[in-house]
């Protein structure tokens, strides 16, 4: 069974920083591409950074060189590094696993962690 728990979300006062870890298990994760999304109150999921099998990144523009994303494939392990972090970053981040075969598409996410940005 594959699962993808994501933790260190919590409250953090503007301009502060956060560490979010992603461990998967049930998959052969150096394989996936990995990614962070977010949901944030009336919105839809948007993507946050996303890095590939291969460790090239990608980034939404509002990151704007704030957030950092890396993995450790020895530990199955992804992160996203917040810094700067500001109130309208207030969102639930959502964990994904993703690797393309053909016409099939594996997807795979995380159950979420809430981050709040407030004073």
């Known amino acids: 069974q594959v699962q993808l728990v994501e933790s260190g979300g919590g409250l953090v006062q503007p301009g502060g920083s956060l560490r979010l870890s992603c461990t998967a298990s049930?998959?052969?994760?150096?394989?996936?591409?990995m990614g962070w999304y977010r949901h944030l109150p009336g919105k839809q999921l948007e993507l946050v950074a996303s890095?590939?099998?291969?460790?090239?990144?990608n980034y939404a523009d509002f990151v704007e060189g704030r957030f950092t994303i890396s993995r450790d494939n020895a530990k199955n392990t992804v992160y996203l590094q917040t810094n700067s972090l500001k109130p309208e970053d207030t969102a639930v981040y959502y964990c994904?696993?993703?690797?393309?075969?053909?016409?099939?598409?594996?997807?795979?996410w995380g159950q979420g962690t809430q981050v709040t940005v407030s004073s």
């Open positions: 994904n696993a993703v690797r393309k075969v053909a016409s099939t598409r594996y997807d795979h």
């Open positions: 049930g998959i052969i994760f150096s394989i996936y591409d």
């Open positions: 890095i590939t099998s291969g460790g090239s990144t």
